[in-house]
């Protein structure tokens, strides 16, 4: 889930609703109730990247492939990348701090 909380919006949510084929949830550095923003449209890629990929093939190496691709990531602007998982603490985080992924 979601939650969005800000000076405009207070409460707004997003969650996984797999009834309506939804097994992910992408949030970008926009807010998720506009259109993505011209000149930042990451959100566009991160919803072809996932759904190109299926639920079984969601593993921590995949999803790292999906934070690592253009315009995903962005040289220069990209400080880190985290991939982890919630329910199994052993899945490792990766962390880039160059330019270069």
């Known amino acids: 889930m979601v939650l969005t ?3 405009t919006k207070d409460g707004l949510t997003k969650q996984i609703n797999e009834d309506n084929g939804g097994w992910y949830v992408v949030q970008a550095n926009d807010d998720h109730w506009e259109p993505p923003p011209k000149h930042d449209n990451r959100r566009t890629m991160a919803f072809k990247l996932m759904n190109d990929m299926s639920k079984a093939q969601c593993t921590a190496d995949n999803m790292y492939e999906v934070m690592k691709a253009k315009p995903l990531y962005q040289s ?6 985290v991939v982890m998982s919630a329910a199994k603490s052993d899945i490792y985080a990766t962390t880039i701090y160059s330019d270069d992924p």
């Open 76 to 81: 220069g602007l990209t400080i880190y990348t």
């Open 5 to 7: 909380k800000g000076s």
